[in-house]
């Protein structure tokens, strides 16, 4: 079977001036943002600042005070469902097994039995979870719960992958493994991401663009684009740490202030 | 001075319930040798309470006779048709309220309103709307078990994971398949523990109904051991009472089993 590719012509995202504000409170104020696609913008920003908050509107989970979110380019054919989360907490659900949980979000569609189990196969193999096909969520580690979201989201064919932190309740080292496995994934099939994290590491090992958002209300402070092709980035790369550092120089001020504002409140 | 080295003191353990096997049934024959002995030492009067040996030997009779099947059998269906009739409903009118604001907004304060009046008081009444015979008994136990099977279950619903829920709608579920596959397993260990209450109060209420016109029936036969102050039929009634409790609390245990190994 040809591996399909998970994003084939490829949809570019386009955030015009979103600001949005819980009642009183302002989160997000005039973001404008590409991403092409192919491509992993990561966003970085300090805690409270709205990250979460843009993710969920690029997906179409909350719908913004004011601006808008375009989308463009064909969906492939095979696409299931153009814009797919990856959450911070798994969400699996823990009385399915892992192949129940993958099958889960293909049972809506019109898919015959053999294409459905193709697809649920294809996944696991490529997240090297073939072995776990019938084990429960309780039964398995962080790590292995995470890769089975990751598998969940992929069996759907997305054009763009919605991140939410997606490793941070999870070790160092098994966060060190799912990088590997991301930058892998990605290289034999380059996918559309939008990645929240907390972790500047992570940030510069896998964004080709690199957001960085004030605190509250988030603006965009700083894009930084990194050429470095993602398989070659290594931890020890001076000009990766430089970028890591500048971006912590960025972050420390935002977050000293919002710290402060905290203090005050 | 030093002191010698010693072992550093346990101070874990407890607050983790263990499965004793037996200690429960230990308890039981231990009570009852105590009467046992008790009544016929004569310190308990024989109009206290019976001997059990009697008891034993007057359920032994009633199976003998064939009265024992035509006693429970009736109770029984009762109480299956009354309380499915009620923990249906009451799931269905729960799951409602979980999902829909504006079944919440009507419902909430109504079940509210019904749950802490006494179904029993109301059995007269439910004679004049169902008739005397089996309509008005299924109506007790189906009211009965219908409030608490609501409370239980909305409570449920609401304990569901939101964010699973969110993880539904992320990938494009249809609303139906989020209620289905997501929101009711979900939802089902409170609708289970639920049930085990909402059961208990149908075999109160069982009896109650069986106390008011029924010829056959475990309260008919109690009501009746009763009134000719027969300690061993009123006892023996009792009996099989707390049997039909095990019974059902049991059967919940075997279903939690069954339909809940994915909790850690
Ligand atoms: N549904 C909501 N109603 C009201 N306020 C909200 C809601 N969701 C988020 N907020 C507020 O909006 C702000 C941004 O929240 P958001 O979760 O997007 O931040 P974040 O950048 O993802 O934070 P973190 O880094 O902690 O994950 C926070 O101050 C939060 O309290
Ligand atoms: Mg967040």
Redesign the pocket.
């Known amino acids: 079977m040809a591996h399909p590719t998970i994003l084939g012509a490829g949809m570019d995202l386009k955030i015009e001036q979103l600001s949005h504000s819980?009642?009183t409170?302002n989160?997000l104020s005039d973001i404008s943002l590409q991403v092409p696609s192919g491509q992993i913008m990561c966003v970085v920003?300090p805690?409270?600042?709205?990250?979460?908050?843009?993710l969920r509107m690029i997906g179409g989970l909350e719908r913004p005070s004011a601006g808008q979110v375009l989308q463009s380019g064909d969906v492939p054919p095979d696409c299931l469902n153009p814009l797919t989360f990856v959450f911070q907490d798994f969400a699996l659900l823990p009385w399915r097994s892992v192949a129940g949980n993958i099958e889960l979000v293909l049972e809506d569609h019109p898919l015959d039995g053999a294409a459905r189990a193709a697809r649920v196969a294809d996944v696991l193999a490529r997240t090297n979870l073939s072995d776990f096909a019938k084990a429960l969520p309780r039964q398995l580690s962080g790590g292995m719960k995470q890769r089975v979201a990751i598998a969940r989201a992929m069996a759907v064919h997305p054009a763009v992958m919605l991140m939410d932190?997606p490793l941070s309740a999870l070790d160092a080292q098994t966060r060190e493994l799912l990088i590997d496995d991301l930058v892998g994934l990605w290289m034999r099939a380059p996918f559309t991401a939008v990645y929240?994290t907390?972790n500047l590491a992570e940030a510069v090992r896998l964004g080709h663009q690199i957001v960085v958002l004030s605190r509250?209300p988030g603006r965009v402070r700083e894009v930084m684009h990194l050429s470095t092709p993602l398989d070659q980035r290594s931890m020890a790369d001076p000009g990766l740490q430089a970028a890591q550092e500048r971006l912590w120089a960025l972050m420390r001020d935002e977050a000293l202030a919002a710290d402060k504002e905290l203090a005050h409140a | 001075m030093h002191d010698a080295p010693r072992p550093v003191p346990f101070r874990g353990g407890g607050f983790r319930p263990q499965r004793l096997r037996g200690v429960g049934v230990a308890v039981f024959v231990v009570l009852i040798l105590l009467i046992e002995w008790g009544t016929r030492a004569g310190w308990i009067s024989s109009l206290t309470l019976p001997r059990p040996s009697d008891v034993v030997a007057t359920l032994v009779q009633l199976w003998k006779s064939g009265l024992f099947f035509q006693h429970v059998t009736p109770s029984l269906t009762r109480l299956a048709v009354g309380s499915a009739m009620g923990v249906l409903a009451g799931v269905a009118v729960g799951v409602m309220i979980g999902l829909f604001s504006l079944a919440r907004a009507g419902l909430v304060p109504l079940v509210a309103a019904l749950f802490p009046i006494p179904k029993i008081a109301l059995l007269p009444l439910f004679v004049i709307w169902f008739g005397i015979d089996e309509g008005s008994k299924y109506a007790l136990i189906a009211l009965g078990t219908f409030t608490p099977t609501v409370v239980a279950t909305f409570g449920a619903v609401d304990n569901v994971d939101r964010t699973l829920v969110r993880m539904g709608q992320s990938f494009g579920l249809r609303w139906w398949s989020i209620v289905r596959k997501i929101v009711l397993p979900g939802a089902l260990p409170g609708i289970l523990s639920g049930l085990r209450i909402s059961l208990s109060i149908g075999i109160i209420l069982l009896v109650a109904a069986e106390m008011l016109g029924a010829q056959y029936g475990i309260g008919a036969y109690i009501l009746e051991a009763g009134s000719l102050y027969d300690l061993e039929r009123l006892f023996a009634g009792v009996v099989i009472l707390s049997s039909l409790g095990v019974l059902v609390s049991w059967l919940i245990a075997q279903l939690e089993k069954r339909l809940l190994i994915w909790r850690s």
């Open positions: 819980y009642d409170v989160v920003g805690s409270g600042c709205g990250k979460s908050t843009l932190e929240v907390h509250r």
